[in-house]
C-alpha cells in the first residue's frame, strides 16, 4: 500500500503523505 502511493507521490512525497 505504502509502497504504491509513495511511488505515485514520487514528485511531491509531501503532497501524498498529506492526502492519505
Given at each position: 500500500?505504502?509502497?504504491?502511493?509513495?511511488?505515485?507521490?514520487?514528485?511531491?512525497?509531501?503532497v501524498?503523505?498529506?492526502?492519505?
Amino acid at each position: 500500500m505504502a509502497k504504491g502511493k509513495f511511488e505515485r507521490t514520487k514528485p511531491h512525497l509531501n503532497v501524498g503523505t498529506i492526502g492519505h
